[in-house]
């Protein structure tokens, strides 16, 4: 029988961070550099951001993008104790954000496809300004991020967030690109991966390999016929029937 482990949904990094000096520098940052959220049918009351890193460092750019030329912005410049958080962890990263929940504030509950470090992308946060009062649901369970330490969130999970304090909940918000550091990492913390797809196509599976062995068979090209025998022999192994000769 097949078992199939369930992928980490939140988890707490080893890693703490001054959260004086986080609000020091949260102070360095106007209220007049905070872009409003652009998909505004996501959530109840404000929610924005200032960019610290960003499609070729531009201040007016939030939208999500899964490549471009990423460069830090001026926000960021003069935040020194931003820049030391993210410089602990030894990866790429793209978009880097402050992400501002107002007081009573709402994120409906939603899922961001491809946003699980096996995914390639792992979400982090450290939360800057925050209350017990602020709180996430993250597949139906309720957790506060606790102010100076680092958070992953599997945002392919489904997940929103709600600030019942009387104060915007303020998080330094860092995509980075998943590499064997940050993957162990996070696997020293307990973290469990998402299972790879068993036929290497997250589109296959047990209820559709074998028609599409047959339509592989039928085409009678060889690179076809070798992945049709590779498939054969992935089903045979996870069900126990006899490989193809």
Same mark, same amino acid.
């Given at each position: *029988?097949?078992?199939?482990?369930?992928?980490?949904?939140?988890?707490?990094?080893? +890693? %703490? +961070?001054?959260?004086?000096?986080?609000?020091?520098?949260?102070?360095?940052?106007?209220?007049?550099?905070?872009?409003?959220? +652009?998909?505004?049918?996501?959530?109840?009351?404000? &929610?924005?951001?200032?960019?610290?890193?960003?499609?070729?460092?531009?201040?007016?750019? /939030? *939208?999500?993008?899964?490549?471009?030329? +990423?460069?830090?912005? %001026?926000?960021?410049?003069?935040? =020194?104790?931003?820049?030391?958080? /993210?410089?602990?962890?030894?990866? $790429?990263?793209?978009?880097?954000?402050?992400?501002?929940?107002?007081? !009573?504030?709402? /994120?409906?509950?939603?899922?961001?496809?491809? !946003?699980?470090?096996?995914?390639?992308?792992?979400?982090?946060? /450290?939360?800057?300004?925050?209350?017990?009062?602020?709180?996430?649901?993250?597949d139906g369970e309720e957790i506060h991020f606790s102010a100076g330490?680092? &958070?992953?969130?599997?945002?392919?999970?489904?997940?929103?967030?709600?600030?019942?304090? =009387?104060?915007?909940?303020?998080?330094? *918000?860092? $995509?980075?690109?998943?590499?064997? &550091?940050?993957?162990?990492?996070?696997?020293?913390?307990? !973290?469990?991966?998402? @299972?790879?797809?068993?036929?290497?196509?997250?589109?296959?599976? @047990?209820?559709?390999?074998?028609?599409?062995?047959a339509a592989l068979r039928a085409g009678s090209h060889a690179t076809?016929?070798?992945?049709?025998?590779?498939?054969?022999?992935?089903?045979?192994?996870?069900?126990?029937?006899?490989?193809r000769p």
């Open positions: *029988m097949n078992t199939v482990t369930a992928p980490t949904p939140y988890l707490k990094l080893p +890693f %703490s +961070f001054d959260l004086a000096r986080l609000q020091e520098d949260l102070r360095r940052v106007a209220a007049s550099e905070c872009i409003g959220h +652009f998909n505004t049918s996501a959530y109840e009351k404000g &929610w924005s951001c200032a960019p610290l890193r960003s499609v070729d460092g531009r201040t007016d750019h /939030i *939208m999500p993008v899964e490549s471009g030329h +990423f460069e830090d912005t %001026s926000i960021l410049e003069r935040c =020194p104790y931003f820049r030391h958080a /993210i410089d602990q962890f030894h990866c $790429d990263k793209t978009s880097i954000r402050l992400m501002s929940l107002e007081a !009573g504030g709402v /994120i409906h509950e939603h899922r961001d496809e491809g !946003g699980a470090l096996e995914d390639g992308l792992t979400r982090l946060h /450290i939360p800057v300004q925050t209350s017990p009062l602020a709180t996430f649901r993250i330490s680092a &958070w992953y969130l599997n945002a392919s999970c489904l997940h929103g967030a709600e600030n019942r304090s =009387p104060q915007a909940r303020i998080h330094l *918000m860092i $995509d980075c690109v998943t590499n064997p &550091w940050l993957a162990q990492i996070f696997q020293a913390a307990g !973290g469990v991966q998402r @299972d790879p797809p068993p036929y290497g196509d997250p589109s296959i599976n @047990d209820g559709n390999v074998l028609q599409i062995i076809s016929i070798q992945l049709a025998d590779r498939l054969q022999e992935t089903h045979a192994r996870r069900t126990g029937a006899a490989a």
